[in-house]
């Protein structure tokens, strides 16, 4: 269970490290703002045109008697607006990454450098190109996985008790460990680890994935918040990616935000009446 904490941990000390860096928390903001733009517009044109367009998929239902035809189609436009709803929370981060991919590589690089003894990044040494191809193309893979889980947790939501119950928590639960999966892809990426083994990871440490992703999923809820959020969290999935790896980790850099914090309070006790 420590790892929970620990995984906790990783989420502040990235937002910390991005408040510490102004420019590198500015430029990872672009990408979020770009999507969450493009996302919204498309949420806002499906909640406009939706009705219509269940209306023209539904042409056996023109006949029906009222209401049962308006009730009908009306709820399958809500079943559209949810659906719509659903794989933009699950591919919100993935397309943020991959439109953001040139930002997010030189804010874990500069994160690599910065906590590394010997003050070096590794490299993938691959072209821009060939870095976008495996990031779409993984990214596709692990979306299919998680709605394979959607569609799973979907269907128990119908068993009494547990569908209220547990499988709401079961739901945050494997959000946060693919959600993790897409922001420690930009550090592993670079040091050559493809997706299974990144998987395999993660599954060793589940409980310091669920620590670092569960809490970011429930954050991610609101897009606007999920905006602010990545740059932070593509910071804390670099130390995560390091700590699942094995590799050191300055001493330094891992207590500087404990002695900012402790300079202060002792600067505040200072100057104390």
């Known amino acids: 269970m420590r790892d929970l ?24 903001l672009l990408p979020g703002l770009i999507t969450l733009v493009l ?34 189609r009306g709820f399958l436009t809500a079943v559209l607006f949810a ?9 919100f981060t993935a397309v943020t990454l991959l439109m953001g991919q040139p930002f997010y590589e030189s804010l874990s690089e500069k994160v690599d450098r910065d906590v590394s003894p010997d003050g070096t ?8 190109w060939r870095e976008l191809w495996i990031s779409a ?50 550090a592993l990426q670079r040091r050559d680890v493809d997706l299974r083994a990144r998987l395999a990871l993660l599954r060793s440490r589940k409980t310091l994935v669920w620590g670092f992703g569960t809490p970011l999923g429930l954050a991610f809820l609101v897009p606007f918040v999920a905006v602010f959020l990545m740059p932070g969290a593509v910071a804390g999935a670099t130390l995560m990616a390091r700590d699942l790896l094995g590799e050191e980790i300055r001493e330094g850099a891992a207590d500087e935000d404990s002695e900012e914090t402790a300079e202060e309070t002792s600067e505040e006790q200072s100057t104390a009446p």
Do not use: N
């Not at 659906?83 to 591919?91: E, G």
């Open 121 to 128: 990044a590794p490299e993938s040494g691959l072209p821009l």
């Open 83 to 91: 659906l719509a709803l659903l794989l933009a929370v699950l591919t």
């Open 137 to 186: 193309r993984d990214s596709l893979r692990i979306l299919a996985r998680a709605l394979v889980w959607a569609v799973l947790l979907f269907a128990l939501g119908f068993v009494p008790f547990v569908g209220q119950t547990v499988v709401p928590v079961l739901g945050f639960f494997v959000t946060g460990f693919f959600l993790t999966e897409e922001l420690v892809a930009v």
């Open 5 to 28: 904490g620990v995984g906790f941990g990783y989420l502040l000390r990235g937002q910390r490290w991005v408040a510490r860096h102004g420019k590198s928390f500015g430029f990872g």
């Open 39 to 72: 996302y919204a517009a498309a949420l806002v044109a499906l909640g406009v045109y939706g009705e219509d367009f269940v209306t023209w998929a539904t042409p056996f239902a023109d006949d029906w008697s009222s209401p049962w035809g308006g009730l009908f």
